[in-house]
C-alpha cells in the first residue's frame, strides 16, 4: 500500500511499516501544502493512506467521499508511538479508501512537583 506521512509524523515510523511503500510529504514538495490540498495531491499521485497527527482534520474535511484513508495518530511523539506501532500497523493494514482510524495516544501522567 502507498502511504504519505504529513510533516508533523517521525519518519522513524517508516521502518515499521516495511511492507508498505511509505513516503514524507516533504519529500515531494508538499510540505507546505494544507489538509485539503495535501489529501487531493495525494489522491492524485495514487496513495492510499494518509497519516498525520493533525486531529483537526477529521472535521475539516469531508473523509468519506475521498479515494484516501486517513489514519491520524493521537500523538507526534515518537517516544509515545513507539508503544502503539501494532496498533498504528493494524490502523493501516485496515485502511480502505474513505475510512477514518485514530490511533489515541495518552501521554503519560505528569510527575507531582514535590518542591513547595
Avoid: C
Avoid at 479515494?67 to 506501532?85: E, N, T, Y
Avoid at 489515541?104 to 514535590?114: F, G
Amino acid at each position: 500500500m502507498r502511504v504519505l506521512f504529513d510533516k508533523n509524523v517521525p519518519f522513524g515510523l517508516a521502518r515499521h511499516l516495511q511492507r508498505h511503500s511509505v513516503l514524507k510529504a516533504a519529500q515531494l514538495g508538499w510540505g507546505a501544502l494544507s489538509n485539503g490540498r495535501l489529501l487531493a495531491a495525494a489522491e492524485q499521485a495514487g496513495f492510499e493512506v494518509l497519516v498525520t497527527a493533525d486531529k483537526s482534520i477529521r472535521y475539516q474535511q469531508n473523509i468519506e467521499s475521498r479515494r484516501i484513508a486517513l489514519v491520524v495518530l493521537g500523538s507526534p511523539s515518537w517516544p509515545l508511538l513507539q508503544q502503539h506501532i501494532p496498533e498504528i500497523q493494524g490502523a493501516i493494514d485496515a485502511a480502505v479508501a474513505g475510512s477514518y482510524f485514530e490511533v489515541e495516544i495518552i501521554p503519560p501522567p505528569k510527575a507531582p512537583n514535590l518542591q513547595q
